[in-house]
């Protein structure tokens, strides 16, 4: 009876671990079969042992033939285009704010020398009322003796450029008259501020200094010129004190820079008695109306050049750049070229970066040395009063 009893434990034994077996191992092959099937080690090493997510991402070449391979212009496109969207996006303001063009950028000019008369000739002055007025002091006029004679090497063509409508912004006129070439000339505004100072400043520059000569405006109701202008309705009397007043702040000026207005058969009387006015006073007249008719009146003995390119209205990068073209091809066919500009300061950096292009003043001896044989812009500033002709 023991003996059965034993062998029926012993049967229940082994069925129990049999059973326990077949669990086992069916739960082994179940756990087995939901593990994902992996190609290869570089995607089995992805993933952990009790499929978590991946812990590395792992690019693999594409071997399918038929896919377009990408162009490295391409790449590059898109990385600076991401790394573009990636800053901060400017608003428009703050991007015209940071492409203004600033006279800061133009530095400091070297080589400048002052001129001979900083502060006015007491011989060349008169007082008139209130005025002290230029005046010829024998065969010395002021036009000369203010002025500053520059020598040119042969095969060069002279290049006079005068900056108008100069001092009202004073800030700005003191970075031009830093940072450009002591050959500009400057024109003052009859209405900017403390005129005299800004003269005397101009000229320890180096620069030729002038005043503007005011027509009436074409445009009276949009834009007058002002008190200080010639006006159509006010008697020559007038007129003639209003010139006295420009000029009579007893600063060294040389003469005057006639700008765009009405000059016709309507003021004509006036006009030509007021240039008289300046070539009794010894001064010079450039021409900067953009007519021809101021040029064709007779004013005897009057020290006078007509401008060839007024830089007075479109002051676009383009447009500047086209005027500066013409001025070189007026320069090779005349032997010189004369512009009148104002004092913008994308204008002001568009004629510094010219002046930096041309070739330098070379003696046959030294292109010799230096294997020159072309000129490639043979271009020289010069002092506006070194063009005029009495």
């Known amino acids: ?19 326990g077996g077949l669990i086992f191992l069916g739960y082994f092959s179940a756990n087995k079969k939901s593990e994902p099937k ?17 812990k590395y991402v792992i690019t693999l070449p594409d071997r399918n033939p038929k896919t377009k391979k990408a162009e490295p212009e391409k790449i590059v496109a898109e990385v600076d285009k991401n790394k573009t969207e990636k800053k901060e996006k400017l608003t428009p303001l703050q991007e015209a704010m940071q492409n203004l063009p600033h006279l800061g950028a133009l530095g400091k000019a070297t080589n400048k020398l002052p001129l001979n008369y900083i502060e ?13 007025l230029p005046k010829i002091d024998g065969t010395k006029k002021p036009w000369e003796a203010y002025g500053k004679k520059v020598d040119v090497m042969p095969r060069f063509f002279k290049v006079a450029v005068v900056v108008k409508n100069y001092g009202v912004n004073q800030a700005n006129a003191a970075l031009i008259a830093d940072g450009l070439p002591d050959e500009v000339s400057f024109s003052f505004s009859p209405y900017a501020l403390n005129i005299k100072d800004q003269v005397v400043y101009a000229r320890n520059m180096g620069h030729e200094t002038y005043m503007d000569f005011l027509l009436p405006s074409k445009d009276y109701l949009k834009s007058d010129s002002g ?8 008697s020559l009397e007038e007129n003639k004190n209003r010139l006295y007043q420009v000029l009579g702040g007893n600063f060294a000026i040389g003469g005057m820079i006639v700008s765009q207005g009405i ?3 309507s003021n004509v009387e ?14 010079l007249m450039v021409d900067a109306s953009g007519e021809d008719f101021i040029n064709n009146m007779k004013i005897d003995n009057l020290a006078r050049v007509k401008a060839d390119i007024l830089i007075e209205d479109d002051f676009s990068k383009d447009s500047v750049a086209n005027k500066l073209a013409e001025a070189e091809n007026i320069a090779r066919e005349t032997g010189k070229v004369i512009i009148v500009t104002e004092p913008k300061p994308s204008v002001i950096l568009a004629l510094n970066g010219w002046f930096k292009s041309f070739s330098p003043q070379l003696s ?3 292109m010799k040395e230096q294997n020159i044989t ?11 009063s070194n063009l005029v002709v009495e």
């Open 364 to 366: 046959y001896e030294q």
């Open 38 to 54: 992996y190609r290869s080690k570089i995607e089995q090493i992805m993933y952990d042992t009790k499929n978590k997510s991946p």
């Open 1 to 19: 009876m023991l003996k059965r009893l034993f062998a029926i434990k012993y049967l229940l034994l082994i069925g129990l671990l049999t059973i």
């Open 263 to 265: 000059a016709d058969e």
């Open 227 to 234: 008190p200080l202008s010639m006006s159509l309705t006010a």
């Open 374 to 384: 072309e000129i490639e812009k043979p271009f020289a500033l010069v002092p506006i």
């Open 120 to 132: 006015p000739d007491s011989n060349l002055v008169e007082n008139v009322g209130k005025f002290f």
């Open 270 to 283: 006036q006009l030509s008695k007021l240039l008289t006015e300046l070539q009794a006073r010894g001064l």
